[in-house]
C-alpha cells in the first residue's frame, strides 16, 4: 500500500547541481582478509535522498560507517563537505572532528541515555559541543522534539516511550548537532510496522525540508518514493544505481531481480 508522498525533484525537490556535499573515490575496506567494500564510487549533492538497498552482508552498513570515520577504510578518498580523507594514512583527530562535524548519524538501535530525559537526550551534546546554557540548549531541544512529533513526551525517560518514539528522539538528538547531512542505518528495522510509520513520516518531512540524507533501508515504498536515486549492493559492490524506480521495478542485472523478486514475493 503506499502511504508515503513523493518528494523526488520531478515533484518540486530540488537538488544543487554545485560540488557533491559527499563525494567517495575507490573506498575499499577490509576486515582481515575479509574485503567488505570493494572499490566503492559514490556522489550525493545538497538536498539529495539517495537510498541503498540490498541483502545482507552485502556492505551497506560499512560503508555508511566508513562516511563518517566509525570504521577506517583500508583505501580509498572520501570528502565530506570540503573535508577530505585520505585512507592508508594516518588521519588527525582534527580532521575526523571536521568530518563529524557535518554528519548526522542514526542507528537500527536508539543509543539513548536511558538515565536521561528526552529532553536531555537532545541536550546533552549541545551543551558539551557548542557550550551553549542548559536554558538555550533546552530551548533547542523542545523546538526538535515539537519538529518530530514527541514535544509533550519531553520530560519522559526512554522507557516510558515507544520504540518509534525513542528513535525520533535519536533522530532529534542527532539533528541537534546541526549536520548538513543525515546518515540512517535500517532506522525501522527494530520496529513493528505501525511504529515504523512514524519514523518514515519524520524521515520524509526531513526530505521535502531539504535535508541531505543517505538512507540505509529494507523499506522499499520509501526507497522508490522518497528517495531520488537508489544504489543496490551486492557483494561488497554497487550493482546497479540510478532512479529509484529504474533501479527497484526495473533492474538491469540478474542479482538485483534476484533480490527485488524476493522482497516482493514475502
Known amino acids: 500500500m503506499t502511504i508515503l508522498a513523493s518528494t523526488k525533484a520531478e515533484d518540486g525537490f530540488a537538488r544543487s547541481d554545485e560540488k557533491p556535499v559527499i563525494e567517495l573515490k575507490a573506498i575499499h575496506k577490509s576486515f582481515g582478509h575479509h574485503e567488505v567494500l570493494a572499490g566503492i564510487d559514490l556522489s550525493v549533492h545538497a538536498g539529495e535522498v539517495l537510498s541503498i538497498v540490498g541483502p545482507s552482508g552485502s556492505g551497506k552498513s560499512t560503508l555508511l560507517r566508513c562516511i563518517n570515520l566509525l570504521e577506517t577504510p583500508t583505501n580509498g578518498h572520501i570528502d565530506v563537505c570540503g573535508t577530505r580523507i585520505d585512507a592508508g594514512k594516518p588521519i588527525p583527530r582534527s580532521q575526523i572532528t571536521a568530518l563529524r562535524r557535518h554528519l548526522g548519524m542514526v542507528f537500527q538501535s536508539f543509543n539513548l541515555f536511558p538515565h536521561m530525559t528526552a529532553l536531555e537526550n537532545v541536550s546533552f ?81 526531513l526530505a521535502e525540508q531539504g535535508m541531505t540524507m543517505i ?52
Open 125 to 205: 551534546a549541545q551543551k558539551r559541543v557548542f557550550g551553549r546554557s542548559t536554558r538555550d540548549a533546552d530551548e533547542n531541544s523542545l523546538k526538535l522534539l515539537e519538529k518530530v512529533g514527541l514535544a509533550d513526551k519531553a520530560e519522559q525517560y526512554p522507557s516510558r516511550c515507544s520504540g518509534g518514539q525513542q528513535q525520533r528522539i535519536a533522530i532529534a538528538r542527532a539533528l541537534a548537532m546541526e549536520p548538513r547531512v543525515m546518515l540512517f542505518d535500517e532506522p525501522t528495522s527494530a520496529l513493528d510496522p505501525e511504529l515504523g510509520l512514524e519514523v518514515l513520516q519524520v524521515m520524509r518531512d
Open 215 to 266: 538512507v540505509v533501508t529494507h523499506e522499499m515504498a520509501f526507497a522508490e518514493e522518497v528517495a531520488e536515486e537508489t544504489i543496490f549492493m551486492a557483494d561488497a559492490r554497487i550493482i546497479e544505481q540510478g532512479s529509484s524506480t529504474e533501479v527497484i521495478r526495473n533492474p538491469q542485472t540478474e542479482r538485483a531481480n534476484s533480490f527485488f523478486h524476493a522482497v516482493n514475493k514475502r
